[in-house]
T-cell receptor
Framework: RKEVEQDPGPFNVPEGATVAFNCTYS??????FFWYRQDCRKEPKLLMS???SGNEDGRFTAQLNRASQYISLLIRDSKLSDSATYLC???????????FGTGTRLLVSP | NAGVTQTPKFRVLKTGQSMTLLCAQD?????MYWYRQDPGMGLRLIHY???????AKGEVPDGYNVSRLKKQNFLLGLESAAPSQTSVYFC??????????????FGDGTRLSIL
């Protein structure tokens, strides 16, 4: 089993739609969780950290479920500019050994 | 505010050639990392450094060497390039992990092709 697993997609949604991605992780001792965004042929950029109580940043909401070992990302009112690959990232060690999922691709169409 | 800068941006090498990729960060980060990204594989850690003068192996270190002579610079070397090392290489840096939730900041990548 991979340490971090994501549905590769693509998720094709129209503008204005709400879309959600899930990511599962295998190490129950994982402490830190992040969502990164990666545009085609660009570097990953931090979208948001994921906190135990869940957190929101504008149209983006992240949730953590430690019991089931998954994190989620909800995007409301999708914009064309949200088209990208979303990487689930988990810290599995004390030194910040980040493990990256292979990403979920989102395509938002007019 | 440059952040993390990688040079070069693109390079084509012949099998057996050597080269060095340079990463520089101006955020005073203690930790620095080198990753490679291949289709369908996600980012994989090659080597990392937790401070000036210290380096350690990551998940896929074979065929690579690194050095961290200055806090702001982290060099990745390929001594004898192989086609399997064709990839996109990303450098990243972060604050130490005294507290959780310290994200990594990435450079914009080096696209390396080995013929």
């Amino acid at each position: 089993r991979k340490e971090v697993e994501q549905d590769p997609g693509p998720f094709n949604v129209p503008e204005g739609a709400t879309v959600a991605f899930n990511c599962t992780y295998s190490n129950s001792a994982s402490q830190s969780f992040f969502w990164y965004r990666q545009d085609c042929r660009k570097e990953p950029k931090l979208l948001m950290s994921v906190y135990s109580s869940g957190n929101e940043d504008g149209r983006f909401t992240a949730q953590l479920n430690r019991a089931s070992q998954y994190i989620s990302l909800l995007i409301r009112d999708s914009k064309l500019s949200d088209s990208a690959t979303y990487l689930c990232v988990v810290n599995v060690g004390g030194f910040q050994k980040l493990v990256f999922g292979t990403g979920t691709r989102l395509l938002v169409s007019p | 505010n440059a952040g993390v800068t990688q040079t070069p941006k693109f390079r084509v090498l012949k099998t057996g050639q050597s080269m060095t990729l340079l990463c520089a960060q101006d955020m005073n980060h203690e930790y620095m990392y080198w990753y490679r990204q291949d289709p369908g594989m996600g980012l994989r850690l090659i080597h990392y450094s937790v401070g000036e003068g210290t380096t350690a192996k990551g998940e896929v270190p074979d065929g690579y060497n690194v050095s961290r002579l200055k806090k702001q610079n982290f060099l990745l070397g390929l001594e004898s390039a192989a086609p399997s090392q064709t990839s996109v290489y990303f450098c990243a840096s972060s604050y130490p992990q005294g507290a959780v939730n310290q994200p990594q900041h990435f450079g914009d990548g080096t696209r390396l092709s080995i013929l």
